[in-house]
């Protein structure tokens, strides 16, 4: 009769009962966490496509009153005067990089938008979405995790 006493008052958890609970968190952890970062990479994309989309824009307006030509454009330049006011000199992309701006080398009617720090799969993800408004397909250096796209 006192073990069975003893086995209705005990208190505290078993370490089985805890292991199992440790076991049920972390299952729920592994399926929530990746989901997190799916929506991070999500909208650091969707930021950086605008991003470019608003480089574009400002190169346009920034070579209208330069004569036609990207000649001495940079990000710095755009970013005083033909950016939102969100874009600064030293704005940097959303993977914390830098944004680049330069004449493309082969033809001066062409800009080189480039951006550092960008790991391999968004880089894909950016080439897809970006493909269609650039004059010649984006190119990525994973050496320097550098993507770049040329447009007119």
Known sequence: ??????LKIRKGF????????LVIISVILLA???LGQTATDSS??????????????????????NGGV???????????????AQFTAITTNPWNGDYTVNVDAN????????LTAVPAIPAAKLTTALTKISALPP?????????TTTLQ
């Open 1 to 6: 009769m006192d073990m069975i006493r003893k």
């Open 14 to 21: 078993t370490v089985i009962e805890m292991v199992v609970v």
């Open 32 to 34: 929530v966490v990746p």
């Open 44 to 65: 650091r994309i969707a930021n950086a496509i605008a991003s470019i989309k608003a480089i574009q824009t400002a190169s346009v307006e920034w070579a209208s009153d």
């Open 70 to 84: 990207y000649t001495g454009i940079t990000f710095a330049k755009l970013a005083a005067g033909y950016l939102p």
């Open 107 to 114: 033809n001066s009617q062409m800009l080189d938008i480039g």
């Open 139 to 147: 190119s990525y250096t994973a050496s320097s995790q550098t993507w």
